[in-house]
């Protein structure tokens, strides 16, 4: 797949916006928190003059004796460490102590927002307003709904706000149809129509690895983002339709018939089995060996052993590329003719608590990074390979710019 995505400038409407590492668990990195929020939970927008706001365990624990030694009516010390309600007092006017307060709900936030948006860097800009609002809000919170649900109707609203004025994202086989000729693959298409692949700890629980896979997550975007928001508040994160009547200031009969709504819609989108039940099904050792073949045939450039790890209908995509292919016999053309045209290493990782694998192309300069393979299984065989070539996609990753522990040479 000799196309050099990676000296693409990929130009978004908006401007080009800087990717940065958004995964779960970082709890103690910056938080760039957005402006106040209004009663109903809406987070305004961010603006770039805002304060960053980092979280610090240690510099917590020393606020929150400080607040115990000055301020002991209003806060209640034990071994170090202040209890929740005073925590809140404390952080709706010490940056450290909100840091540390929401730090256990960023990573969850924003899996929720990735779910509602599909986009790494949106769900990444909604996070951050909504933290903000939520600094900025903290002192008209009065404790009559859990901080969860309240920091989650903040997040939900700044989610609305941003799909409300940017198109729905896809992947490419809702783009456009399959082609047959291997020779034109298109124009890539740089404006923000993709969804893009999120980086997930693989040791992440089963029910949050399957509710970002990438076909659920793309499969989500063919609703109205309120029904969007409710199926997900409701289904995924289990709130009760009174939670989420009020996170979207609307009443419980909406959102029930909001709900069945979602679930007919979500009916009527094809897509593959969760991807976890396949992966538990193949065990430990099926994975294994399936890695191991699908490195072994692409590092080889191996057809037929490709072929033979893939079923009939497979289907291969490589956004911001518009072209994508559909059987085995039209991939199995553009695997020979296309994508074995260079040699490649690769390397496993996971994506959207899938499989997949870094893929570094050789150049005259050495291997690069030139795609992020995502794998969809149907039993052990594999359904569909998507593969993401935007410099851009593989940003939250961390991935290395030439293959750790392989060559950096050119050739095979």
Same mark, same amino acid.
């Given at each position: 797949?000799?196309?050099?995505?990676?000296?693409?400038?990929?130009?978004?409407?908006?401007?080009?916006?800087?990717?940065?590492?958004?995964?779960?668990?970082?709890?103690?990195?910056?938080?760039?928190?957005?402006?106040?929020?209004?009663?109903?939970?809406?987070?305004?927008?961010?603006?770039?003059?805002?304060?960053?706001?980092?979280?610090?365990?240690?510099?917590?624990?020393?606020?929150?004796?400080?607040?115990?030694?000055?301020?002991?009516?209003?806060?209640?010390?034990?071994?170090?460490?202040?209890?929740?309600?005073?925590?809140?007092?404390?952080?709706?006017?010490?940056?450290?102590?909100?840091?540390?307060?929401?730090?256990?709900?960023?990573?969850?936030?924003?899996?929720?927002?990735?779910?509602?948006?599909?986009?790494?860097?949106?769900?990444?800009?909604?996070?951050?307003?909504?933290?903000?609002?939520?600094?900025?809000?903290?002192?008209?919170?009065?404790?009559?709904?859990?901080?969860?649900?309240?920091?989650?109707?903040?997040?939900?609203?700044?989610?609305?706000?941003?799909?409300?004025?940017?198109?729905?994202?896809?992947?490419?086989?809702?783009?456009?149809?399959?082609?047959?000729?291997?020779?034109?693959?298109?124009?890539?298409?740089?404006?923000?129509?993709?969804?893009?692949?999120?980086? *997930?700890?693989?040791?992440?629980?089963?029910? *949050?690895?399957?509710?970002?896979?990438?076909?659920?997550?793309?499969?989500?975007?063919?609703?109205?983002?309120?029904?969007?928001?409710?199926?997900?508040?409701?289904?995924?994160?289990?709130?009760?339709?009174?939670?989420?009547?009020?996170? *979207?200031?609307?009443?419980?009969?909406?959102?029930?018939?909001?709900?069945?709504?979602?679930?007919?819609?979500?009916?009527?989108?094809?897509?593959?089995?969760?991807?976890?039940?396949?992966?538990?099904?193949?065990?430990?050792?099926?994975?294994?060996?399936?890695?191991?073949?699908?490195?072994?045939?692409?590092?080889?450039?191996?057809?037929?052993?490709?072929?033979?790890?893939?079923?009939?209908?497979?289907?291969?995509?490589?956004?911001?590329?518009?072209?994508?292919?559909?059987?085995?016999?039209?991939?199995?053309?553009?695997?020979?003719?296309?994508?074995?045209?260079?040699?490649?290493?690769?390397?496993?990782?996971?994506?959207?608590?899938?499989?997949?694998?870094?893929?570094?192309?050789?150049?005259?300069?050495?291997?690069?990074?030139?795609?992020?393979?995502?794998?969809?299984?149907?039993?052990?065989?594999?359904?569909?390979?998507?593969?993401?070539?935007?410099?851009?996609?593989?940003?939250?990753?961390?991935?290395?710019?030439?293959?750790?522990?392989?060559?950096?040479?050119?050739?095979?």
């Amino acid at each position: 797949m000799n196309v050099h995505i990676r000296h693409l400038r990929l130009d978004r409407k908006c401007g080009e916006r800087q990717r940065g590492n958004s995964q779960e668990g970082h709890g103690d990195r910056a938080l760039r928190l957005a402006p106040g929020i209004s009663d109903d939970g809406e987070a305004c927008m961010l603006q770039p003059d805002q304060r960053v706001i980092r979280a610090g365990a240690s510099d917590l624990d020393q606020s929150a004796s400080e607040a115990g030694r000055t301020s002991a009516k209003h806060f209640v010390v034990h071994d170090g460490r202040v209890e929740e309600q005073e925590l809140v007092e404390l952080a709706s006017r010490d940056e450290v102590a909100f840091g540390r307060l929401v730090a256990p709900y960023r990573g969850e936030l924003h899996a929720h927002c990735y779910r509602m948006l599909g986009s790494v860097q949106d769900a990444e800009d909604a996070v951050q307003n909504a933290l903000l609002g939520a600094w900025q809000g903290l002192k008209a919170f009065e404790g009559r709904s859990s901080l969860r649900s309240w920091l989650y109707r903040i997040a939900t609203n700044a989610c609305l706000r941003i799909a409300e004025r940017r198109s729905k994202l896809v992947l490419a086989k809702d783009f456009g149809p399959a082609r047959h000729s291997v020779d034109d693959l298109g124009v890539p298409v740089t404006e923000s129509v993709w969804v893009e692949p999120y980086p *997930l700890d693989p040791e992440a629980s089963y029910e *949050l690895r399957e509710s970002v896979e990438l076909a659920f997550v793309a499969a989500l975007q063919h609703l109205p983002a309120t029904q969007r928001a409710v199926l997900i508040l409701r289904e995924v994160l289990a709130f009760s339709a009174a939670e989420v009547a009020v996170q *979207l200031d609307t009443t419980v009969a909406s959102v029930n018939s909001a709900l069945q709504r979602a679930r007919k819609t979500l009916d009527g989108v094809p897509r593959e089995q969760s991807q976890q039940a396949a992966l538990r099904d193949l065990g430990e050792d099926g994975r294994r060996e399936l890695v191991t073949a699908f490195v072994t045939a692409f590092e080889k450039a191996d057809v037929d052993g490709m072929l033979a790890l893939l079923v009939e209908d497979v289907r291969f995509t490589m956004p911001p590329l518009p072209a994508w292919y559909s059987g085995i016999t039209d991939v199995g053309r553009f695997f020979r003719e296309r994508v074995f045209e260079t040699p490649w290493l690769l390397r496993p990782t996971t994506a959207n608590g899938q499989l997949a694998f870094a893929c570094y192309q050789s150049t005259p300069d050495g291997y690069v990074l030139g795609a992020l393979n995502v794998l969809t299984l149907r039993g052990d065989k594999i359904v569909e390979i998507t593969g993401f070539l935007d410099p851009a996609s593989h940003a939250a990753f961390d991935l290395p710019a030439t293959p750790p522990g392989g060559e950096d040479r050119a050739g095979r």
